[in-house]
């Protein structure tokens, strides 16, 4: 089946690790995102990239980094740089840019630092 | 940079009632995209308004695109439990970016 996947689905870390969620997607779609999202609140962008190898910062990329080494996978790493990483973290995907189509999300990972 | 502001942020309703929820954006968008998220969920398509002034319509939802390309509704008739969930609408230009959200509870 074609699709997103975010693994996993909770995640556990102590404070001062820095832990890296994976995002991985099987539809050929160029452009890929990671949002953040706090409860009760809307998503917000932490990055984005529109081609491998190729990545821009969103709102919130503060003590966050990410890598685009392949077409398929789009890895984000929370570092112990972000003073309140627990949240609920959303992938999407799109057929090129954004502006022409919609967003495929993946099932999102739940991380708390404690 | 671009914001969108969504409103309201909370809504109940008792079934069989209409529910609006109402996005702004402070700048010109090449589109407005729709989205639900179920209790626990992710986010979900519902539409894309592309054209100034568009209008569609899926069953019981009705969105539109406001002339200025900076505004937009999405509109549900005669609500049901099934329409629970957190209405995001999106402004897209080169990214995209959500409102906060709209959380509709719906009383049988």
């Known amino acids: 089946d074609g699709g997103i996947t975010q693994s996993p689905k909770y995640l556990f870390r102590k404070e001062g690790q820095n832990v890296t969620l994976s995002c991985e997607q099987n539809?050929?779609?160029?452009?890929m995102y990671w949002y953040r999202q706090d409860p009760g609140q809307g998503l917000r962008l932490i990055y984005y990239?529109?081609?491998?190898?190729?990545?821009q910062k969103g709102d919130i990329a503060e003590g966050y980094s990410v890598s685009r080494e392949k077409k398929e996978s789009f890895p984000l790493t929370v570092t112990s740089a972000q003073k309140n990483p627990t949240a609920f973290y959303l992938c999407?995907?799109?057929?090129?840019?954004?502006?022409?189509?919609?967003?495929?999300f993946g099932q999102g990972t739940r991380l708390t630092v404690v | 940079g671009q914001q969108v502001m969504q409103i309201p942020q909370y809504q109940h309703v008792q079934e069989g009632e209409d529910f609006t929820t109402y996005c702004n954006s402070s700048?010109?968008?090449?589109?407005i995209q729709w989205y639900k998220q179920r209790p626990g969920g992710h986010p979900v398509f519902l539409i894309q308004?592309?054209?100034?002034?568009e209008v569609k319509k899926q069953k019981r939802l009705t969105f539109q695109f406001g002339e200025a390309k900076k505004n937009s509704s999405l509109h549900i008739t005669a609500t049901q439990t099934t329409d629970v969930g957190t209405y995001f609408c999106?402004?897209?230009?080169?990214?995209?970016?959500f409102g906060a959200g709209t959380r509709l509870t719906v009383k049988p």
């Open positions: 999106a402004g897209v230009n080169n990214d995209m970016r």
């Open positions: 700048t010109t968008l090449s589109n």
């Open positions: 999407a995907s799109s057929r090129r840019q954004i502006r022409d189509t919609e967003a495929f």
């Open positions: 990239s529109q081609i491998v190898n190729d990545f």
């Open positions: 539809l050929n779609h160029d452009a």
């Open positions: 308004l592309v054209k100034s002034g």
